[in-house]
């Protein structure tokens, strides 16, 4: 009956107090800092280009990389961390800092040497336009 019930025994026990144990090992003010972060990023089609949109606040526009190879589309950078000086104790670190990278492969080939990138309130907006074979065409229907 213990094979039906494996939650019953005292090994799942243990090893959730091992588990809490470890989480309060260490004060809350040595927690080390958020590291590598992914910001959030949306991708939608349209009848003539697709586009790009990531979230990315804090961030230099300098600090941005975008990259285009075949059908992938990477955005990386850095956001740094902001440090003061003061005698402070952080309570609490939630703001997200450090080296992002994000790849998407796009769901339509596109004309690269068209391609732009805008920067603005922390949003970054990828415009890339379809190849023309990518639009495709509409063929009227004829009727007889």
Known sequence: MRTLTPWTGTG????????????FESPLTELPGLGDWTPALDVAEGKDAITVTAELPGVDPKDIAVALEGDV???KG???QKKEEKDERQHRVERSWGAFMRSVRLPAPVDSGKVTAAFKNGVVTITL????GAKGTTIPVKAE
């Open 78 to 80: 850095e956001k740094e």
């Open 12 to 23: 799942l026990r243990r090893e959730m107090d091992r588990l809490f144990d470890r989480f």
């Open 129 to 132: 336009p379809k190849t023309q």
């Open 73 to 75: 589309l990477t955005i």
